[in-house]
């Protein structure tokens, strides 16, 4: 199983301390939501858990197994939705996805596309004729969904991931991260959204103390 | 090399090159640079010829300030457009380095092609040993690209980034440099030929691409 631990971990930025210290854990099967006011560090936290962000005092370890991971291996395990993750905008959709899951070594044909586009509500037409740019933001939204469900990873990071979305994405989004977690996925979803809140199993409020 | 790294360098070269196709500006930059620094030159001696040293030196000056306008923007380029981000996530730093680094040798490698007639002919020059100087301009644009992509990742890591690129490439670009432009200059004409520099170039070049792919790790991963 899947484990995030955060031992006393604080994070600063330019001397300025933006999160911690914080003790406390993650795990596979259960869907995590960090919650906190604006600017809490909430989208920090999901940055830290997946090794983006070194914190700057402290630890956050995490394991497989029992086993730690890091680098490459942890990497690969990870999938993410966050705002500041940007698609291509030269690249058409589909030419996104095929590149960054070609990357992870994942190669969809066209009927697995199909199946990928319709969970996430995306058209087919307008995955493979538009530039990734030409997407709405709500559109851009989804296609960062599919590339999460594609990336068939262990780990979810998600920052608002029902931002910009309609009521059908955002009961999309609930419908996957509930899925992911129930085949053992380790899922956080950093949100002040009731919707999203009320998906989560555990609670990691930030209050900046 | 095993055939997921190979995969994942062919498909970080793919996607330079399509976004390069389709987004111009870089290329042709980097080529008007090239264009315009040979056509003043050429203008100002007034059909005159430079000496070989002077000739390779201009030569090797426009083939190094051109990558610092266009080949070796790939990571800066990502970090402006907000994409470092997902090919962080999802690109392991191997195919991500050589990927990166063969777009911009196949980037110098062609600004190299367009230039060096344009050279022959606007600047008068005649290549005695045409086989020394493409082999010169080969190993000298590899070592660009390989010190270019390395210092091009450190400068995008780094807080303050305004110069930095610049001030670090060129002492790392020196030992490559140096060599290029006397043998160019003995190609042209300019005295006897040193081939042990030749070799020297090389083993340079091998040097930069390992210390580049055992640094890049930490640069990729910052755990």
């Known amino acids: 199983m899947i484990e995030i631990k955060f031992a006393a971990v604080s994070q600063c930025f330019h001397g300025r301390k933006i999160l911690g210290p914080l003790d406390c854990g993650l795990c596979g099967g259960r869907i995590t939501a960090v919650t906190g006011r604006n600017g809490i560090g909430k989208s920090t936290f999901l940055k830290l858990a997946g090794h983006f962000l070194m914190p700057s005092s402290g630890k956050v370890t995490v394991t497989s197994d029992g086993m730690e991971m890091r680098g490459e291996v942890l990497r690969r395990r990870i999938a993410m939705v966050m705002p500041e993750l940007r698609f291509y905008d030269r690249l058409t959709a589909r030419e996104n996805l095929d590149f960054l899951l070609g990357l992870r070594g994942r190669r969809l044909d066209d009927e697995e596309y199909g199946a990928l586009l319709d969970q996430v509500g995306l058209s087919p037409k307008a995955v493979s004729r538009s530039y990734a740019g030409e997407f709405s933001t709500g559109m851009g939204q989804r296609l960062k969904m599919a590339a999460l469900l594609a990336a068939e990873a262990e780990i979810w990071l998600l920052d608002e991931p029902g931002a910009n979305l309609d009521a059908d994405g955002q009961a999309m989004v609930a419908r996957e991260a509930r899925a992911a977690a129930e085949r053992g996925v380790l899922v956080a979803i950093a949100t002040n959204a009731p919707g999203e809140e009320a998906l989560a199993d555990e609670f990691i409020p930030l209050d900046g103390h | ?223």
């Not at chain 2, 996530?89 to 600004?111: I, R």
């Not at chain 2, 980034?161 to 030992?175: D, E, S």
């Open chain 2, 1 to 223: 090399m095993n055939s997921s790294l190979w995969t994942g360098i062919k498909l970080v070269l793919c996607k330079e090159l399509t976004m390069g196709l389709r987004f111009k500006a870089a290329w042709a930059s980097m080529f008007m640079f090239a264009l315009t620094t040979l056509a003043c030159v050429s203008l100002a001696m007034q059909g005159g010829q430079l000496e070989p040293k002077m000739a390779a030196a201009l030569l090797w000056m426009i083939i190094f300030f051109a990558s610092m306008v266009g080949a070796d923007r790939g990571f800066a380029d990502e970090d402006a457009a907000g994409t470092l981000m997902v090919l962080k996530l999802y690109g392991s730093a191997q195919p991500v380095l050589f990927g990166k680094m063969l777009y911009s040798f196949f980037l110098l490698a062609m600004l190299v092609l367009f230039i060096a007639p344009l050279f022959f002919v606007l600047m008068g020059a005649e290549a005695v040993f045409p086989g020394v100087f493409v082999l010169t301009l080969l190993l000298g644009v590899a070592g660009i690209a390989a010190a270019g992509t390395l210092l091009a990742a450190l400068a995008v890591g780094a807080r303050v980034k305004n110069g930095l690129f610049a001030v670090l490439m060129l002492p790392v670009i020196l030992p490559v440099f140096l060599p290029a432009i006397f043998l160019t200059a003995e190609a042209l004409g300019g005295g006897s030929l040193s081939l042990n520099y030749l070799g020297g170039m090389a083993l340079y070049d091998g040097l930069l691409a390992v210390g580049a792919s055992v640094l890049f790790d930490y640069l990729w991963y910052e755990d």
